[in-house]
């Protein structure tokens, strides 16, 4: 093959990339549920503990459709898992969809983030503990920036319905530093709350810069020790 039949080729398909349109498959998140009757207590990056605890606020299709909470990651990391201190649980089986977005202001609704993940799935079977906690696990890590703040939104999907799940909010020290965030016409306008849900985040922190700097002569000298040996 000659430079000439080359180029042309290579001209060719270059034309034909700029035509056909290509996109990356996307594939719908999964997000699964377990219960517990405790706190988690491992892997916590944030959690948000409103020290004065209210009755359970009551998320349902017929008068609320949507809640959502802020939260401020401390330090790098890579979320995994939500976890909410739960009361009854009416809405058995009940699909749901689970949404991160990241805010630059406290007072910014979810409308006014930046979607960062979406995932589906559905609630359990059977009554939980009661009170206990529920416990979203996120088939993607989503990553989390030291300093900014983020917000999840929890919303029904599907038929209407009017069964429900209990979740406890307080007041307190918290409240000043978090805003919770309702809706009763699908995300169309929210309200917000000075109550705030209980609510941990879960997942791996990223080292920071000193440390891994601190690591490298570990790594190194691991490295060099199996290069020896070998």
Known sequence: MNSSTKRFLVHLF??????????????AAVVTVSTSGEAPV?????????????????????????????FRAPGDG??????????????KNAPFTLNIYRVE????????????????????AS???NPGYMTFTLDTPVALAAGKLYLFTLSYVGDPQTVSLGF???????????????????????ASSPSIGYLYIQGSAIP???????????????????????
Do not use: C
């Not at 270059?14 to 990356?24: D, E, H, M, R, Y």
């Not at 491992?42 to 802020?70: C, D, E, M, R």
């Not at 007041?171 to 009763?184: L, R």
């Not at 920071?208 to 070998?230: K, S, V």
């Open 14 to 27: 270059a034309g034909l990339f700029a035509i056909v349109p290509f996109s990356t498959p996307v594939f």
């Open 42 to 70: 491992s892997n916590i990056l944030t959690s948000v503990l409103p020290p004065t605890t209210a009755t359970a606020y009551s998320w349902s299709k017929a008068n609320l459709s949507q809640f959502g909470q802020t």
């Open 78 to 91: 890579s979320m995994e898992k939500l976890t909410l201190k739960t009361g009854t649980l009416g809405a």
């Open 105 to 124: 202001n406290i007072t910014d609704a979810p409308s006014a983030g930046t979607s960062i993940y979406t995932g589906t799935g559905t609630l359990p």
């Open 127 to 129: 009554q939980p503990p």
């Open 168 to 190: 406890f909010r307080g007041t307190g020290a918290d409240s000043g530093s978090n805003v919770f965030w309702t809706s009763t016409d699908n995300g169309v306008t929210f």
């Open 208 to 230: 920071e810069a000193n440390t891994a700097m601190l690591l490298l002569p570990a790594i190194a000298g691991a490295a060099l020790l199996i290069r020896h040996r070998r």
